[in-house]
């Protein structure tokens, strides 16, 4: 069977233009997530793009994005903040992205690093299952920003996957 998917490093130096193509088309849940960050969603993409160690872009064979995943130290704070925003076009890949190659990567990070970590908005109950189904466990809610809103934080270890 053909790949029906491609994978490529981010360029940072794009990092703006693959903000602003990704978008275009974000899931709901991401788009509501993001906007609890309270903050320019073009610019919080940016800069996640930017800071990562590792950034990858998830395109059908079309070239039209359907994920990107990345990871990032964050100083003093023991292994890697992961995270990953997606587009509507994912759920055509649901069984392909968001469960086999994520699980591949993210087993593949928890090797390498220990232990990834961040934090979710609390109504994003699709993500929330799908980590929980990628073996996060979830500590109490914190509320962030000067919005208030809830975000749950994770942590993947080795043993959880």
Not at 44 to 58: K, M, P, Q, V
Not at 62 to 89: F, H, Y
Not at 127 to 147: D, H, Q, T, V
């Amino acid at each position: 069977m053909a790949k029906k998917y491609k994978v490529e490093v981010a360029d940072v130096d794009n990092a703006i233009g693959i903000a602003i193509a990704l978008l275009k088309d974000l899931r709901d849940s991401d788009r509501q997530e993001l906007e609890a960050y309270d903050e320019d969603a073009v610019m919080l993409i940016a800069g996640s793009i930017e800071n990562a160690e590792h950034c990858y872009i998830y395109r059908d064979m079309k070239d039209n994005i359907l994920c990107i995943v990345g990871l990032a130290a964050v100083p003093s704070v023991p292994g890697k903040e992961i995270w990953m925003l997606a587009t509507k076009r994912i759920s055509c890949f649901k069984k392909e992205l968001l469960i086999c190659a994520a699980r591949l990567l993210i087993k593949k990070w928890v090797q390498e690093y220990g232990r990834l970590y961040n934090y979710v908005y609390s109504g994003n109950s699709a993500s929330i299952r799908w980590l929980a189904r990628l073996g996060a466990m979830f500590l109490a809610p914190i509320k962030i920003k000067k919005n208030g809103k809830e975000f749950l934080p994770f942590v993947i270890e080795e043993g959880s996957i």
